[in-house]
């Protein structure tokens, strides 16, 4: 991808990037990545050529807007520890996490073209996904309310499940239910 490291931008330079990617967020999520990037640069309050200059192609963007969300859903894992006990934690991860698939959903072809050259960047990204999902669960075997046989893969993979059949907007009710079920199934029994 066209985008250098973060790290490597001017102050200023950071703050449109940050825009253009809270924006594009946002547009994606609501119209799906054919959203025009016009629209985004303006809701950024950037021109066109801001937006092009960090990111070339609609490729660039979408990925960008990915790789964004999975950096905010893995940094929030220290915060919810600290806040709360591991299944609250837990709970509330899984939750954020499905509105993230919901974003991910609205841009999936898009997405699917700026990953098919690049399995090891998607490959990457799902175990900092994993890797976020199972320093929760191990907070939880530790404290004796989570089973110690649970492999973080399979619960993004029920979580994956839960977004395809519940993911649209009106459907937050019953996703809560489901994950609800899904965190009881992660509960140690007597029989396990």
Same mark, same amino acid.
């Given at each position: !991808?066209?985008?250098?490291?973060?790290?490597?931008?001017?102050? #200023?330079?950071?703050? *449109?990037?940050?825009?253009?990617?809270? =924006?594009? %967020?946002?547009?994606?999520?609501? *119209?799906?990545?054919?959203?025009?990037?016009?629209?985004? +640069?303006? &809701? $950024?309050?950037?021109?066109?050529? %801001?937006?092009?200059?960090?990111?070339? %192609?609609?490729? @660039?963007?979408?990925?960008?807007?990915?790789?964004?969300?999975?950096?905010?859903?893995?940094?929030?894992?220290?915060?919810? /520890?600290?806040?709360?006990?591991?299944? $609250? +934690?837990?709970?509330?991860? !899984?939750?954020?996490?499905?509105?993230?698939?919901?974003?991910?959903?609205? !841009?999936?072809?898009?997405?699917?073209?700026?990953?098919?050259?690049?399995?090891?960047?998607?490959?990457?990204? /799902?175990?900092?996904?994993? &890797?976020?999902? $199972?320093?929760?669960?191990? $907070?939880?075997?530790?404290?004796?309310?989570?089973?110690? @046989?649970?492999? =973080?893969?399979?619960?993004?993979?029920?979580?994956?499940?839960?977004?395809?059949?519940?993911?649209?907007?009106?459907?937050?009710?019953?996703? %809560?239910?489901?994950? #609800?079920?899904?965190? #009881?199934?992660?509960?140690?029994?007597?029989?396990?």
């Amino acid at each position: !991808m066209a985008q250098r490291a973060q790290g490597h931008l001017r102050a #200023d330079a950071q703050i *449109n990037q940050d825009r253009v990617l809270a =924006a594009a %967020t946002r547009a994606f999520a609501r *119209n799906g990545a054919d959203t025009s990037l016009r629209e985004i +640069a303006k &809701d $950024a309050g950037v021109g066109i050529g %801001t937006l092009y200059r960090r990111f070339p %192609t609609r490729e @660039d963007l979408v990925w960008a807007v990915y790789r964004s969300e999975v950096d905010r859903i893995c940094a929030t894992v220290t915060d919810l /520890r600290e806040q709360h006990p591991p299944v $609250a +934690a837990l709970r509330a991860w !899984m939750r954020s996490f499905l509105g993230f698939l919901a974003t991910k959903r609205a !841009m999936a072809d898009a997405l699917k073209a700026a990953l098919a050259h690049d399995e090891d960047q998607r490959l990457e990204t /799902r175990d900092r996904l994993s &890797d976020a999902l $199972a320093t929760l669960l191990a $907070a939880g075997v530790a404290e004796g309310t989570i089973r110690d @046989d649970i492999a =973080a893969f399979d619960v993004l993979t029920a979580l994956g499940g839960i977004s395809l059949i519940v993911g649209e907007p009106d459907q937050q009710e019953q996703a %809560t239910r489901l994950v #609800d079920l899904l965190i #009881d199934a992660l509960r140690p029994t007597p029989d396990r």
